[in-house]
C-alpha cells in the first residue's frame, strides 16, 4: 500500500505509521493529521487544518483552517464550515435512535465547541457562536451565541474585548 506521504505530500502527518486514512479521501495542503487517527472513505477535509491524534473522522466535509482537536468523533454526514475549533473530546452524533432518519450536525463558520461537548443529530451551531465544554447541545444554537449545560442553553455573552 503506497504510503501516506506520497499519497499525500501536501499534509504533515505526526506518525504515519500509526494513522489510518482511507481511500476516497481528501485532505487540502497544509493539514495536520496526528496519530492514531481514523480518517474514512468519503471524508472531504480543507487546507490548513489541524486534525488531532486518536480522532474518528467519518464521511464528513470539513472547511478550511478548522482545529478538531484530540479524540474526536466526527460522524458521517457532518458539515464544519471554515475557522471552526472543534475541542477535544467532542462527539457528533447522527442517528436519534428513535427509527427515523439519520440527520446531521452542522457546525458554521468560526464557531467554537468547547471539550467533551456532546453535538446531537441535525443540530446547528450558528456562526461564531460558542458551546461551553461539556455542553450537550440538543437544539440549533443561533448565531453568535454562548451556550452551556446540559442541555445547552443561551447563557448571555460579554461585550467582546471585555
Ligand atoms: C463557557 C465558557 C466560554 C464561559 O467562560 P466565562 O464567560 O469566562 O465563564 P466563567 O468562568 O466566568 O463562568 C461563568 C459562569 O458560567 C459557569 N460555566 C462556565 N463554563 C461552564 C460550562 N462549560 N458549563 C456550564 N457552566 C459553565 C460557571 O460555573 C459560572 O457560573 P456561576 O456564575 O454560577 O459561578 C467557558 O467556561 C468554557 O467552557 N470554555 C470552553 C473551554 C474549552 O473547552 N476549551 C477547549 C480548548 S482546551
Same mark, same amino acid.
Given at each position: 500500500?503506497?504510503s501516506l506521504e506520497?499519497r499525500f505530500?501536501?499534509v504533515h502527518f505526526y506518525n504515519a505509521a500509526l494513522t489510518?486514512v482511507?481511500?476516497?479521501?481528501?485532505? #487540502?495542503? #497544509?493539514?495536520?493529521v496526528?496519530s492514531?487517527?481514523?480518517? =474514512?472513505?468519503?471524508?472531504?477535509?480543507?487546507?490548513?487544518?489541524?486534525?488531532?491524534? =486518536?480522532?474518528?473522522?467519518?464521511?464528513?466535509?470539513?472547511? *478550511?483552517?478548522?482545529?478538531?482537536?484530540?479524540?474526536? =468523533?466526527?460522524?458521517?454526514?457532518?458539515?464544519?464550515?471554515? *475557522?471552526?475549533?472543534?475541542?477535544?473530546?467532542?462527539?457528533?452524533?447522527? *442517528?436519534?435512535?428513535?427509527? #427515523?432518519?439519520?440527520?446531521?450536525?452542522?457546525?458554521?463558520?468560526?464557531?467554537?465547541?468547547?471539550?467533551?461537548?456532546?453535538?446531537?443529530? #441535525?443540530?446547528?451551531?450558528?456562526?461564531?457562536?460558542?458551546?461551553?465544554?461539556?455542553?450537550?447541545?440538543?437544539?440549533?444554537?443561533?448565531?453568535?451565541?454562548?451556550?452551556?449545560?446540559?442541555?445547552?442553553?443561551?447563557?448571555?455573552?460579554?461585550?467582546?474585548?471585555?
Open positions: 500500500m503506497e506520497s505530500p501536501d489510518e482511507q481511500s476516497g479521501v481528501v485532505i #487540502g495542503t #497544509g493539514t495536520r496526528g492514531m487517527t481514523i480518517i =474514512h472513505a468519503g471524508a472531504v477535509i480543507g487546507r490548513g487544518c489541524t486534525i488531532g491524534s =486518536h480522532c474518528n473522522v467519518c464521511a464528513c466535509v470539513v472547511g *478550511d483552517r478548522v482545529s478538531v482537536q484530540t479524540a474526536c =468523533h466526527i460522524t458521517r454526514g457532518v458539515v464544519i464550515e471554515d *475557522d471552526v475549533f472543534v475541542g477535544p473530546g467532542v462527539i457528533t452524533l447522527n *442517528d436519534k435512535l428513535t427509527g #427515523g432518519a439519520l440527520s446531521f450536525p452542522r457546525i458554521r463558520r468560526g464557531a467554537k465547541v468547547g471539550g467533551g461537548s456532546v453535538i446531537l443529530p #441535525g443540530v446547528t451551531i450558528g456562526a461564531d457562536a460558542v458551546v461551553g465544554a461539556g455542553s450537550v447541545v440538543t437544539r440549533d444554537v443561533p448565531d453568535g451565541a454562548l451556550v452551556v449545560g446540559d442541555p445547552a442553553r443561551v447563557r448571555s455573552r460579554p461585550p467582546s474585548g471585555t
